[in-house]
Each structure stands twice: as C-alpha cells, then as structure tokens.
C-alpha cells in the first residue's frame, strides 16, 4: 500500500518555505515599533512609581507592587498578542494597541491624583488598571509585529531573535533615560503627556489607510489634549519635582518668615528664614535639648548630618552656636535648590551641602573629626535601611571623637519593632545609648498603648545625662521623656541585630494610618 507524500505548504501560507513574502511590514517599520512599545512600557512603570510615592511612600512593598503589575502587564500581553495575531490580521491591531495605550498613559497623572483623594482601595484599583492597560497592550505589539514579519520558516529564528533582542534593547533605553535624563528634567505628569501623545500619533502612522481609523486617531489625540489640560488642575501637584520627590513649601500663616518643606505629601521640615533658632517639630526640639546638654552653651561645633531636608538643624546649630561648621549629606540636589531659592539657604550660614548619598558621606569623614552626627534622612516614611545597620552606625562611631554623639531620628508605630531594631543595634556599636519619646512608646507609661510617631535616639562613647536631657525637654515643652538602662533594655526585647547582610526595615516598620507630619 502506498500512501502520497505529504501536500508541501501553499504558496499563499504566510509562512510558505521558500523566499520571504511582503507583508506590508518592513524590518526598519518591525524594529521601530518593537523597539519604542518595549521602551515605553519601562518608562510608564518607573514613573508610577513616582506618581504613588506621595500616597503610599517609595518603600519595597510599592516597589515591589509596582514591578509586579508590570511583569504581570508583560507576561499577559505577550501570551493573549501571540493568541490574536494568529486569529485576527496583526494589521488591524497595532494601530489600537499603541492609541488605547496612549490614552491611558496620558490620562494616569489626572487618573491617579484624582484616586488618591478617595481612597486608598480605588487609588490601588486605578494604579493596578492604569500599569496592566498600557503595559498589556503594548507587550502585545512584539508579537503582532513577529507575526508580520515571520514570511518564511527559513528565517523563523533569525526573526524571532532579531525582534526579542530589539525589544529588550528597547527596555534598556527606557529604563535609561527615564532614570538619567527624563526624570531629572521634566515633571513626571510631562513625561507620561508626552509619552501618551507619541503613542497616539504612532497609532495614527500605523493605521493611516484605514479611514475610520484616522477618525479614532483624531479622537484620541483630543482626549489626550483634553486630559493634559486637567492634570494641571488636578489635586496633588508639586511646587517642584525633584530627582526623588514631589516638593512643595508652604507658609505658615500665622508667622511671616514660617515655612513648611512637604515631600511627596509627607512635612519633612520646618523653617523659619528669619529665627534659625524657632523650632516647631517635636523632634527637632528633642535634638535640641539632647545637643545642648551635651554641649557647652555656645560651643561651636563641628557636625555632620545624614540627609537635609529643609537644614533645620544646621540653621539652627549656625545661629545658637557661632562658628559651627556643619557638613550634609543630602541626595537630592533638587531639595538643595529648594533650601537656597525658596528657604533661604545664604552662603555664609556655616552649612555645607553635599549632593550625595548618606553611606557614602559618612566614608568620606576622617576618624575622630567630628562631635556631633545627626540622623534624619528618610525615603518616603522610612530610614533607608543601608543607613540604619551595624556597618554605617561603625562608620558613625569611627567619625565621633572620644565624646561625640549621635542622634538620630527615627519613625515607626504599631509594635515599634523597627525602632527596637535599631536601638539594638545601636546598643552592640556604642557604649551608652538612650530613647526619647511619648511616655507610651518607650514603655515609660504600662497603663497607656504605643502611638507611635517620631522617636530619638542618643549614641555616645560617654555616659548620657538623663536628668538633664530630662530636664531640658520640659523647658522646650516636648512632652517626652527619655529612657535609659534597664529601662531601655527591657524595652528593647529580643529585637534582632540590623546588618548590612539582612536589614528588613521596610517590613519591621509599621507606617501611620494616617499622612501626619513628621
């Protein structure tokens, strides 16, 4: 019995086996739109991360929210764009793909302020829809594309790798020049505008023969127009947007020279350009006193501090002790700006401002340099927890002379298990360390619950004088009370050690129900 050799493929088959076919879509059209769907995607996630940090703060866990949504986007776009383009001409829909992509991406400064002010659940729901829409449509883009251009099986792979590697290439260049170039030059609300306007004309390019395609183009673009016109008005914007924030300052109406330095909707500093010495926030009060109980009245100093903000302190150790001379360690050069246009930052003050990350600041010093270092940098509503392990608190102790001392400001609630993290660490770097804070919280007062909020911590090679620091922290009105000894060590617990190799403060701290002022 003889059986007939199996049919060859047809010559109409789009992937005949013989020389590659015209499909209408050239190697330089397949590279581009692979190349610039790949890259926008990128960008669209590292901008959200942005766009949320003021209502959910840039911690791991929105980070890791937001970088899973996008693998998600990724992953379900390429699997359903490979499913459509072998059912539905690929032609008919990258146009939609790249205009609905556009919209979206145009529309999510308005979309995710606009949330932000409703609630947390719909602010999740719309950031979830506004990274999985964009995301998901433009992943499907590589497969459509790979569908037009696979003419022939001789090239099946050449195709293949030719377009994955394009649209990884792609990606690097996204995440490049949102991190480098874009981010540091433009408001974020003017980068995803930008980007949604792009998307919407790419849209218009791809799909020009169809002419009720050129109608949903025009459509698109004036609701792209029109969106960009209500995010100016949008709840939420920003003085200035700064390398890591969105920053505003806002005046204390009941003193002419107040101001209020807002970081990503967080008060991070207080100022008074005409009396360095008026101090509002609790803490600042409690540093304070700690300061100039250790210190001689008048003393100058020499200081460093570990972020800046609105250089509260430092203006406040020029004024109170002449001849002071304070290094920061500052990372975003944009919060600098700020301090010099809009909080009066002269430069005659006695503070020295170093754009550059606190590790890497606190290396810099000479051993036994200075007397004074103060802790107050914080990412979104946490230290950033390679400042807060037995390494950089080592790179503390060796900056310190003999009688240095440093404070640092710390914020947690809940079961304060960060703070108790941190004091223990302290604890195994310096030989005398003490906690100041609400009675409640540092279990000065069994009878009442943690509330949580601002603590300070004390680190010295020299004994701390409790009653004294006590004492000053009633005559500025602090209502805190320090903890010292067994006191300390029984509220310390059993809290682990924070090191370089594991330091989980985002998952130790328990952020605030609520966006109070530090």
Same mark, same amino acid.
């Given at each position: 019995?003889?059986?007939?050799?199996?049919?060859?493929?047809?010559?109409?088959?789009?992937?005949?086996?013989?020389?590659?076919?015209?499909?209408?879509?050239?190697?330089?059209?397949?590279?581009?739109?692979?190349?610039?769907?790949?890259?926008?995607?990128?960008?669209?996630? @590292? /901008?959200?991360?942005? +766009?949320?940090?003021?209502? *959910?703060?840039?911690? =791991?866990?929105? #980070?890791?929210?937001? $970088? !899973?949504?996008?693998?998600?986007?990724?992953?379900?776009?390429?699997?359903?764009?490979?499913?459509?383009?072998?059912?539905?001409?690929?032609?008919?829909?990258?146009?939609?793909?790249?205009?609905?992509?556009?919209?979206?991406?145009?529309?999510?400064?308005?979309?995710?302020?606009?949330?932000?002010?409703?609630?947390?659940?719909?602010?999740?729901?719309?950031?979830?829809?506004?990274?999985?829409?964009?995301?998901?449509?433009?992943?499907?883009?590589?497969?459509?594309?790979?569908?037009?251009?696979?003419?022939?099986?001789?090239?099946?792979?050449?195709?293949?790798?030719?377009?994955?590697?394009?649209?990884?290439?792609?990606? @690097? /260049?996204?995440?490049? +020049?949102?991190?480098?170039? *874009?981010?540091?030059? =433009?408001?974020? #609300?003017?980068?995803? $505008? !930008?980007?949604?306007?792009?998307?919407?004309?790419?849209?218009?390019?791809?799909?020009?023969?169809?002419?009720?395609?050129?109608?949903?183009?025009?459509?698109?673009?004036?609701?792209?127009?029109?969106?960009?016109?209500?995010?100016?008005?949008?709840?939420?914007?920003?003085?200035?947007?700064?390398?890591?924030?969105?920053?505003?300052?806002?005046?204390?109406?009941?003193?002419?020279?107040?101001?209020?330095?807002?970081?990503?909707?967080?008060?991070?500093?207080?100022?008074?350009?005409?009396?360095?010495?008026?101090?509002?926030?609790?803490?600042?009060?409690?540093?304070?006193?700690?300061?100039?109980?250790?210190?001689?009245?008048?003393?100058?100093?020499?200081?460093?501090?570990?972020?800046?903000?609105?250089?509260?302190?430092?203006?406040?150790?020029?004024?109170?002790?002449?001849?002071?001379?304070?290094?920061?360690?500052?990372?975003?050069?944009?919060?600098?700006?700020?301090?010099?246009?809009?909080?009066?930052?002269?430069?005659?003050?006695?503070?020295?401002?170093?754009?550059?990350?606190?590790?890497?600041?606190?290396?810099?010093?000479?051993?036994?340099?200075?007397?004074?270092?103060?802790?107050?940098?914080?990412?979104?509503?946490?230290?950033?927890?390679?400042?807060?392990?037995?390494?950089?608190?080592?790179?503390?102790?060796?900056?310190?002379?003999?009688?240095?001392?440093?404070?640092?400001?710390?914020?947690?609630?809940?079961?304060?298990?960060?703070?108790?993290?941190?004091?223990?660490?302290?604890?195994?770097?310096?030989?005398?360390?003490?906690?100041?804070?609400?009675?409640?919280?540092?279990?000065?007062?069994?009878?009442?619950?943690?509330?949580?909020?601002?603590?300070?911590?004390?680190?010295?090679?020299?004994?701390?004088?409790?009653?004294?620091?006590?004492?000053?922290?009633?005559?500025?009105?602090?209502?805190?009370?320090?903890?010292?000894?067994?006191?300390?060590?029984?509220?310390?617990?059993?809290?682990?050690?924070?090191?370089?190799?594991?330091?989980?403060?985002?998952?130790?701290?328990?952020?605030?129900?609520?966006?109070?002022?530090?």
């Amino acid at each position: 019995m003889t059986t007939s050799p199996p049919s060859p493929v047809a010559d109409d088959s789009p992937l005949a086996d013989g020389p590659p076919r015209d499909h209408g879509l050239g190697p330089r059209s397949a590279a581009v739109l692979v190349f610039g769907s790949s890259a926008a995607v990128l960008v669209v996630e @590292i /901008v959200a991360l942005r +766009l949320l940090a003021p209502y *959910l703060g840039l911690t =791991l866990e929105t #980070s890791t929210m937001v $970088i !899973g949504i996008a693998l998600t986007a990724i992953a379900l776009g390429s699997w359903l764009g490979g499913r459509i383009a072998d059912q539905v001409d690929p032609h008919r829909l990258i146009g939609p793909a790249l205009g609905v992509s556009g919209v979206v991406v145009a529309l999510t400064p308005l979309l995710l302020r606009t949330a932000a002010q409703w609630s947390p659940a719909l602010l999740l729901l719309v950031a979830s829809a506004t990274l999985l829409v964009p995301g998901a449509l433009l992943s499907a883009v590589t497969p459509f594309v790979t569908k037009l251009r696979l003419t022939s099986l001789a090239e099946t792979g050449t195709v293949v790798g030719r377009l994955s590697g394009v649209g990884t290439f792609g990606a @690097i /260049v996204g995440t490049v +020049l949102t991190g480098f170039v *874009l981010v540091s030059r =433009l408001p974020v #609300s003017s980068i995803l $505008i !930008g980007l949604g306007t792009l998307l919407v004309l790419g849209a218009a390019l791809a799909g020009w023969r169809a002419r009720r395609w050129r109608r949903a183009s025009a459509v698109a673009l004036a609701t792209v127009v029109a969106g960009s016109l209500a995010t100016a008005f949008a709840p939420g914007g920003c003085d200035a947007e700064t390398r890591y924030h969105c920053a505003q300052v806002v005046a204390d109406p009941e003193r002419d020279g107040g101001r209020t330095l807002v970081l990503d909707g967080l008060s991070h500093s207080y100022v008074d350009v005409e009396d360095p010495e008026h101090l509002k926030f609790a803490y600042v009060r409690a540093i304070a006193s700690v300061v100039d109980t250790a210190f001689p009245a008048g003393e100058p100093l020499t200081a460093h501090h570990i972020g800046g903000g609105g250089l509260t302190f430092p203006r406040y150790l020029a004024a109170s002790r002449p001849g002071t001379r304070s290094l920061v360690s500052e990372i975003d050069g944009g919060v600098v700006r700020i301090d010099r246009d809009r909080l009066g930052l002269g430069a005659s003050t006695g503070v020295d401002v170093r754009v550059e990350d606190g590790r890497l600041g606190l290396r810099r010093l000479e051993a036994g340099s200075h007397d004074l270092v103060v802790g107050d940098a914080f990412g979104g509503v946490s230290v950033p927890w390679h400042l807060t392990t037995s390494q950089a608190l080592g790179d503390v102790r060796r900056a310190l002379d003999e009688d240095g001392l440093y404070v640092a400001n710390l914020i947690d609630h809940g079961e304060l298990a960060f703070a108790r993290a941190e004091v223990a660490t302290l604890a195994e770097t310096f030989e005398h360390v003490a906690l100041l804070g609400k009675p409640a919280d540092i279990g000065l007062d069994p009878t009442a619950s943690t509330i949580g909020g601002n603590l300070v911590v004390v680190a010295s090679g020299r004994p701390v004088d409790a009653p004294a620091i006590q004492e000053a922290l009633d005559a500025r009105d602090v209502g805190w009370k320090i903890a010292t000894g067994d006191d300390l060590v029984s509220w310390t617990g059993d809290a682990r050690v924070l090191t370089d190799d594991h330091a989980p403060v985002d998952q130790l701290l328990q952020p605030s129900r609520t966006r109070t002022a530090r």
